[in-house]
């Protein structure tokens, strides 16, 4: 959100900001106005890497979101009080934020920075990570796995929606899943081809493109004295357990002619078995990187795969949980690179799922001629002056 925000900033708006007690210090050197979220809100961790099965993994993503709502909902309700503001953009994972401002009497929108969870009948339901469907069979199956998607949303989550809706004084939703599709605004920051054609979302979706943004960081001075084209491998900057795909990577390209970098924000790396040709750090800006890239290896996140891509770059998605299987379905769907499930992580299939994304390069390229012609940031702002303001 932060280029989208640095943009209505520059056309003369004021921003105010909720958001994590980390990032406060670095927003506000942005020059916006800056309080942290309840702490209520951030001890409720995500702990679904700790589940034996997909699943499992949903149900506790769930029950964690469906926890964090009431705070959320008094939370938002407090800042609209304090500050009075002429309009509001929340996170659509934040359920409580979601349902206080429907309550506000005023303009508002929601982002969502990953596959948009919008029930729709002109494609595959957002979740399981189907690939699009083939004939009156596909079609069918679509069907059957939304509907079952459905059930199974309203079945772990749907009294927590309906709770925190009727103590705002909403009304109750038929489906829970509903509950995404209620803001006037959605600010989605995909684009097709990424995202496939869904001639059934609402008028309010504005796909404007990934949006990047990264802190000030400095590339790693052994990459930046060499030449030699550089891999880089990326994990989730929430604790996923997923670390173990910087050990593969490490060792399925410790032969390759490549320099290798990975980030390893939230995982640790110690006792990582580090080759000559590779450098391992917690932070580093990947702009930098992948502008010598040839391919990105991702755990699947939305944000470090569309990094890649609007820049042009293949990449080779391993996914872990949450949204990451839809992302790295439609890396492969859209020819921009490669997919490897998680549970064919060894050096062998990696090596060769790697050399599959590099020659990937003209679907990359596709993809990122889309993400520039959607607008960005300046089409966001766009949206909520036209629509909102």
């Known amino acids: 959100m932060v280029p989208v925000l640095e943009e209505l900033r520059r056309r003369g708006h004021e921003i105010e900001m909720r958001t994590l007690a980390a990032e406060e210090e670095t927003m506000r050197g942005l020059g916006f106005g800056v309080e942290s979220i309840a702490p209520e809100i951030e001890a409720l961790a ?75 009948r002109s494609g595959p339901p957002a979740g399981p990570g189907l690939p699009p469907a083939r004939g009156p069979l596909g079609r069918l199956r679509d069907r059957g796995v939304a509907r079952a998607v459905e059930l199974g949303f309203d079945r772990i989550a749907g009294l927590g929606i309906a709770r925190i809706r009727s103590q705002l004084g909403l009304p109750r939703l038929k489906r829970a899943i509903d509950m995404y599709a209620r803001a006037p605004l959605h600010l989605y920051m995909s684009a097709e081809p990424f995202e496939y054609p869904r001639a059934d979302w609402p008028e309010s979706v504005v796909m404007v493109g990934p949006c990047g943004w990264e802190p000030p960081g400095q590339m790693p001075a052994t990459l930046a004295a060499s030449d030699e084209p550089l891999v880089l491998v990326t994990t989730s900057s929430e604790y996923q357990d997923d670390g173990r795909l910087v050990e593969v990577a490490l060792a399925a390209l410790a032969g390759e002619p490549v320099q290798v970098v990975a980030t390893v924000p939230s995982a640790s790396i110690a006792g990582l078995d580090v080759p000559a040709n590779a450098t391992v750090v917690p932070y580093a800006p990947h702009t930098p990187i992948l502008r010598r890239a040839v391919c990105a290896i991702t755990h699947g996140g939305m944000g470090a795969t569309q990094k890649a891509l609007a820049l042009g770059v293949p990449v080779c998605a391993v996914p872990f949980g949450r949204d990451q299987f839809e992302v790295a379905r439609r890396v492969e769907a859209s020819a921009a690179g490669s997919r490897l499930p998680r549970w064919r992580l060894r050096p062998g299939p990696l090596r060769t799922k790697v050399r599959e994304a590099i020659g990937c390069r003209p679907g990359a390229e596709r993809i990122a001629h889309a993400f520039a012609g959607a607008g960005g940031a300046a089409a966001a702002a766009d949206a909520v002056e036209q629509r909102l303001l």
């Not at 938002?76 to 002429?86: E, F, S, Y």
């Open 46 to 120: 995500m702990d679904d890497w700790r589940a034996w099965s997909r699943s499992g993994a949903l149900a506790r993503v769930l029950r964690v979101l469906q926890a964090r709502a009431p705070h959320e909902a008094r939370d938002l309700q407090g800042a609209i009080a304090a500050v009075r503001p002429d309009a509001l953009v929340v996170d659509i994972l934040a359920w409580g934020a979601l349902a206080a401002a429907e309550r506000w009497n005023g303009p508002w929108a929601c982002t969502c920075p990953f596959p948009l969870p919008i029930a729709t």
